[in-house]
């Protein structure tokens, strides 16, 4: 396990919290619990993002996953658990094998303390999927690879989330990725998401909801990024873009 100096100069560096970062380095290692056992799940959204892709992303709170095959909630919570002892013997953070687990509408949630991992959804096929090794800015050696949504997949599930649900990361995700996409790979996707899920482009539904992301914005990304974008500016460029995105449907 790193010192507890390193993780006090990171946190001072990035200028998050010190609870971030120790969050962000169990992540890591709980990872690499993960990765040593049998699960077939695939890590997804913002921390998937993150852990793989750009490591100066915002920080997350939970790491979300997609199960490739079908598991019943027994045979998760057992993995979870030898993931956990794992993890612990490798790193020598004190997980605890005490998970409280339950299930949700939309899969199973489980706390392990050290923090919060989540799996989610049915099984169902991703493509494509690539197999990444993490990200670990750490001093100590944690190394492993995992299954995980392609940028392009994560990026389309956060435009469609917007139009499903009111959090302000989603909102920063888009602003942070818009530019790096290849607008003709992304579009299909996008469009193919929308469409499984029901959902539509419904641009005054969405604007109406600005004054409740405006008012979320520092509270719910602050300590997850230090050099947090001015929110007018990042609401008006994710307008933009998803403006153009509803002109592509219509060309």
């Known amino acids: 396990m790193i010192p507890i100096l390193e993780i006090k100069a990171i946190a001072r560096k990035k200028g998050v919290p010190e609870s971030t970062v120790e969050r962000d380095y169990a992540q890591n290692w709980l990872l690499f619990g993960l990765s040593k056992t049998s699960l077939k799940m695939a890590l997804k959204g913002g921390t998937g993002i993150r852990k793989v892709y750009i490591e100066d992303y915002r920080f997350s709170d939970d790491l979300d996953f997609t199960p490739l095959e079908e598991y019943d909630g027994k045979t998760i919570q057992g993995k979870l658990v030898k993931s956990v002892k794992i993890a612990r013997k490798e790193s020598g953070i004190s997980f605890e094998e005490n998970i409280a687990f339950k299930e949700t509408p939309n899969g199973y949630e489980a706390t392990v303390y050290f923090r919060i991992i989540r799996a989610s959804g049915p099984p169902l096929k991703i493509n494509p999927l690539e197999k990444r090794k993490i990200v670990h800015p750490y001093s100590d050696g944690c190394s492993a690879e995992v299954l995980v949504y392609s940028l392009e997949e994560i990026f389309a599930e956060k435009v469609r989330s917007l139009f499903q649900r009111m959090r302000p990361r989603d909102l920063y995700n888009i602003w942070r990725l818009k530019d790096i996409m290849e607008w003709g790979e992304i579009t299909e996707i996008i469009f193919g998401k929308f469409k499984v899920k029901d959902v539509q482009l419904e641009f005054e539904e969405f604007e109406r909801r600005k004054l409740y992301y405006e008012r979320a ?26 403006e153009e995105l509803g002109e592509s449907v219509k060309l």
């Open 217 to 242: 914005w520092e509270r719910s990304l602050a300590h997850q990024i230090n050099s947090l974008p001015e929110f007018e500016k990042v609401w008006n460029d994710v307008l933009k873009f998803l």
